[in-house]
C-alpha cells in the first residue's frame, strides 16, 4: 500500500537554548549524522520514499541545502513551514494538500529509534489499510508523557496527555500512522488548554472508532526524544558505541537507500565519495564488500 511520510521539524527548540538559537534542532549533530537522518531513516525503513518536511520559515533553506530533492536516495521530498509551533496534529492541516486524502505515516524531527526488530514493526504498522497505529515505548517518568492504558486483551482503554498518575508505563512516542481519514478528522480537533491541536485527541478519535492500534516497542528497542541537552548527549553516545561496538552505521540514509533497492552500487560509491575521508564515508562502502 502506497503510503506518504511526513516530518515535523519545526519548533523553537527552547528546550535547547543556546544552541538553538542559531539553528534547527533537527540539523544538530547526534553524533556523526544531522538529527534527521535518523527519523527519516525510520521512514525509509518502512519503505516510504514520498516525503513532506515541515520546517520553520527561517530554517527552511538549511534543510534544502542539506537534504535537496531527495534524488541522490531516490526519494522525493517536498517542504512546507509551520509559521507558529501549535502542536503535533497541526502537521496534517499543513500537509492536507500532500497527502491528498492518501494514508501517512507522521515522525517527530528529534525521534531516534532503533532495535533489530524495528522495520517489521514499522512494516506491520504500515500495512494496516484502516484506522491508526501508534507506537509505544515503556518508561519510567510517564507523567511527562502521553500514557497509553490497556485492557487484558491489549486494546487501548485511554490515553491521556502527562497525567499526575499514570495509568501505566507505556508512552506514546513520536511515531503515528493514520489512514486516508485523517485530514478530516483533524478539522474536529478543537485547540487545547495551551492552544494547541493535540496528537492524543486525534488518536481519541480513532481509539472511540475502535480502530486504533498500538505497536510496542519493548526490550531490545532504543528510543530517544533527543530535546534536551541531556538527552542529546545520551543519543550521540549511544550511537557512538553502537557503531564502534558493531562497526556498522546507525540510521544512514545512504546504506538504507542501498538495501532498499532504491539506489545502485555505483550510486552508493558516489555517496561515499562526497562523504570524503570519513567513517561514514568507509563504512557505507562496506556495504559492498
Known amino acids: 500500500m502506497s503510503r ?8 523553537a527548540g527552547t528546550r535547547l537554548h543556546p544552541l538553538t538559537m542559531v539553528t534547527s534542532k533537527q540539523l544538530l549533530p547526534v553524533y556523526d549524522k544531522p538529527m534527521i537522518y535518523y527519523p527519516l531513516s525510520a521512514l525509509m525503513l518502512a519503505g516510504i520514499s514520498d516525503i513532506l518536511i515541515i520546517t520553520t520559515p527561517q530554517d527552511q533553506a538549511a534543510f534544502k541545502h542539506l537534504l535537496g530533492t531527495g534524488r541522490q536516495w531516490n526519494v522525493k521530498f517536498d517542504y512546507a513551514e509551520q509559521p507558529e509551533p501549535n502542536g503535533i496534529a497541526q502537521a496534517f492541516v499543513i500537509a492536507a494538500d500532500f497527502l491528498r486524502s492518501e494514508p ?3 515522525i517527530l524531527g528529534d525521534n531516534i529509534l532503533y532495535g533489530h526488530g524495528l522495520p517489521d514493526a514499522l512494516h506491520r504498522a504500515g500495512a494496516r489499510d484502516r484506522g491508526a497505529t501508534i507506537f509505544s515505548y515503556w518508561v519510567d517518568d510517564p507523567q511527562r508523557y502521553g500514557v497509553i492504558e490497556f485492557n487484558p486483551n491489549d486494546e487501548v482503554l485511554s490515553i491521556e496527555e502527562k497525567p499526575q498518575n499514570p495509568k501505566s508505563n507505556w508512552a506514546a512516542i513520536g511515531v503515528y500512522f493514520y489512514d486516508e481519514e485523517v485530514t478530516d478528522l483533524v478539522k474536529q480537533l478543537a485547540p487545547s488548554a495551551r492552544g494547541e491541536l493535540e496528537i492524543t485527541d486525534l488518536n481519541v478519535l480513532y481509539m472511540r472508532k475502535r480502530q486504533l492500534k498500538v505497536e510496542r516497542l519493548g526490550r531490545g528497542f532504543a528510543w530517544f526524544d533527543a530535546g534536551t541537552h541531556d538527552s542529546l548527549l545520551e543519543a550521540g553516545e549511544f550511537v557512538r558505541v553502537l557503531q564502534h561496538r558493531q562497526g556498522q552505521l546507525v540510521c544512514a540514509p545512504d ?3 542501498f538495501h532498499n533497492g532504491w539506489i545502485s552500487a555505483a550510486e552508493l560509491k558516489e555517496l561515499a565519495a562526497k562523504a570524503g575521508k570519513t567513517q561514514y564515508a568507509r563504512r557505507l ?3 559492498l564488500r
Open 4 to 11: 506518504k511520510g511526513i516530518i515535523l521539524a519545526g519548533g
Open 104 to 106: 501517512s505515516c507522521l
Open 255 to 257: 546504506e538504507i537507500a
Open 285 to 287: 562502502l562496506d556495504n
